[in-house]
C-alpha cells in the first residue's frame, strides 16, 4: 500500500469504501443464501438474513415480480449496487486532494 494512502482524508476513504464493500458483500451472501435454500434455521444464516434485511428495507419489497427469487434478487441486488455506487464515490471523494 502506498504512503498516500496512508494519511489523513485518504484513510477516511478508505474506511468508507471498506464498509460500502462489506455491506454489498453481506447483501450478495443473503442473495447467494436464499437462491442455493440455506437452512434458515442456521445461526450464521440468521445472522446474514437480519442484516440484509436492515440494509435493504428501503428496497426489499420494491419490485413485484411474480417470482419470489426475482424479488429477492432484484430487491437485495439493487441494494447492494447503491451501496457501493455511493460508497466508492464518496470514498474517491474523500481521496481527492
Request: charge should be neutral; glycine fraction near 10%.
Amino acid at each position: 500500500m502506498s504512503p498516500r494512502y496512508r494519511t489523513g482524508s485518504n484513510s477516511a476513504g478508505t474506511v468508507v469504501a471498506v464498509i460500502a464493500d462489506i455491506m454489498a458483500v453481506i447483501l450478495g451472501l443473503w442473495i447467494l443464501m436464499y437462491l442455493l435454500d440455506a437452512n434458515r434455521g442456521n445461526d450464521l444464516v440468521q445472522f446474514v438474513h437480519d442484516a440484509a434485511n436492515w440494509l435493504a428495507g428501503w428496497s426489499r419489497d420494491l419490485f413485484t415480480f411474480d417470482e419470489e427469487w426475482a424479488r429477492v434478487v432484484a430487491g437485495y441486488g439493487l441494494a447492494a449496487v447503491v451501496y457501493l455506487f455511493i460508497g466508492h464515490a464518496i470514498a474517491g471523494r474523500l481521496r481527492r486532494p
